[in-house]
């Protein structure tokens, strides 16, 4: 069953976790929050802005509370900390400055030892105890699931593991529950089929989903997941995005380009797609490199007065 009557979906900006943290060249705790700057400018109000992990695993989140201490005080916006387990979870509330918890729990055994030194179960029953521990300090807490549609290292991922986790999850009564797919492998019918599952199973609890572009059908995978009833989308400025702990994982989808589609297919998401251009070119200038987007790399459509006069002459 599709659902096309929602006209509008929320976005959660992850670029200055996901989209940075595979990055080789550190970006300056000034350039991240300027990033921030630049997407709540451009509409964004969520964003995951760090992770509490350990900085030797990742180093460019070594920043972490740096970051937190830069942060805009806006009271209409949410900024979302990841957290591994109970101490990341204390660095982040110690900040005083994160809104929200970000708890991951992997599909599989092997991709969960590698990601955080334990088991799919474990990491279900950590994800738990944080959502817990976030309540107890005042946050909310939200809870994804990573290699929903596929791991790196033991291949297809179950669909009935995916919505035994999403049960198991949602006991914790988090704010909502992500499928992620973090090495890029989902297609369009699996994720309308699991989103749909998934649903059913922890519904009225709202469905995120996480979309990495590795091998293309990201866009393709944001749109049916939409479909199917996905009320929260997470993308990354420019595409940037990648795992360290999946060997060959790509960008995210790009927050531009998932704005783009949404709003010409008349779905709103609150983002100003110029100002996410320009934040896109600037954020190029930092990374020294065009990023994976599209819809930067073309001309605006439809065509600005201004750029037409300018193109003509
Ligand atoms: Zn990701």
């Not at 599709?2 to 976790?17: D, F, K, W, Y």
């Not at 809870?143 to 549609?149: D, K, L």
């Not at 991922?157 to 009564?173: K, Q, S, T």
Request: hydrophobic share 45%.
């Amino acid at each position: 069953m599709t659902n096309l009557c929602t006209n509008s979906i929320e976005m959660v900006e992850v670029g200055p976790r996901d989209g940075l943290q595979n990055e080789a060249r550190l970006v300056s705790t000034a350039d991240k929050l300027e990033l921030i700057d630049r997407s709540l400018a451009a509409g964004a109000r969520r964003i995951e802005v760090a992770s509490f992990v350990n900085p030797r695993a990742v180093p460019q989140m070594a920043d972490a509370e740096a970051v937190c201490v830069g942060l805009p005080r806006r009271g209409d916006v949410t900024y979302v900390g990841l957290v591994m387990n109970r101490r990341g979870a204390e660095r982040a509330v110690a900040t005083g400055r994160i809104d929200q918890l970000g708890t991951v729990s992997v599909a599989t055994d092997q991709f969960a030892m590698a990601n955080q030194g334990q088991t799919s179960d474990g990491s279900v029953e950590i994800a738990r105890e944080i959502v817990a521990f976030g309540r107890s300090v005042g946050l909310s807490a939200q809870c994804t699931i990573s290699a929903a549609f596929g791991c790196p290292f033991e291949g297809e991922v179950g669909e009935d593991r995916v919505i035994a986790m999403a049960a198991a999850l949602a006991l914790a009564d988090p704010i909502e529950i992500a499928l992620a797919d973090t090495i890029g492998v989902a297609d369009p019918a699996h994720v309308h089929r699991l989103v749909t599952r998934v649903i059913e199973v922890i519904a009225p609890i709202p469905v995120r989903v996480h979309f990495h572009n590795t091998r293309g059908t990201g866009l393709a995978n944001v749109w049916a997941a939409v479909q199917a009833g996905a009320r929260i989308v997470d993308a990354s400025l420019g595409g940037l995005g990648g795992c360290p702990f999946a060997p060959g994982a790509a960008g995210n989808v790009a927050t531009e380009d998932v704005v783009y589609m949404l709003g010409r297919a008349g779905i709103a998401t609150g983002f100003d797609l110029a100002l996410l251009i320009e934040a896109n070119h600037w954020l190029a200038g930092v990374m020294g490199k065009q990023l994976p987007a599209m819809v930067a790399k073309a001309r605006s459509f439809p065509p600005q007065p201004k750029q037409h006069k300018r193109e003509v002459a």
